[in-house]
């Protein structure tokens, strides 16, 4: 939840990488309600982050663009998701 996010960004700081975990799962929901903008801004946000903060090949660096992929999708956005998967 939004809750959730905020709290481990204001306790952990943006440079932790858990807070793009619980941003990941905000994304997620966010997608699943049908709010697609905000869904998407998150995505992006989490895969920003995580290339920041980890190793091109982390797991968790991979698994940000499956949910990037998602959130264009789910926004119309179909011909921009493939590419996404490719990054």
């Known amino acids: 939840t939004r809750e ?3 709290a481990r960004l204001r306790v952990l ?3 932790h990488p858990d807070v793009y975990t619980a941003a990941q799962n905000l994304a997620d929901f966010e997608i699943i309600a049908g709010d697609h903008t905000e869904g ?3 995505a992006r946000l989490v895969l920003s982050e995580r290339s920041r903060l980890l190793p091109a090949d ?3 660096v991979r698994n940000a663009a499956p949910l990037l ?3 264009l999708s789910a926004g119309g956005e179909h ?3 493939i590419p996404a ?3």
């Open 4 to 6: 959730c996010f905020e």
């Open 13 to 15: 700081g943006p440079d």
């Open 40 to 42: 998407l801004r998150l």
């Open 58 to 60: 982390h797991d968790e």
């Open 69 to 71: 992929a998602r959130a």
């Open 79 to 81: 011909a921009e998701a």
């Open 85 to 87: 998967l490719e990054t």
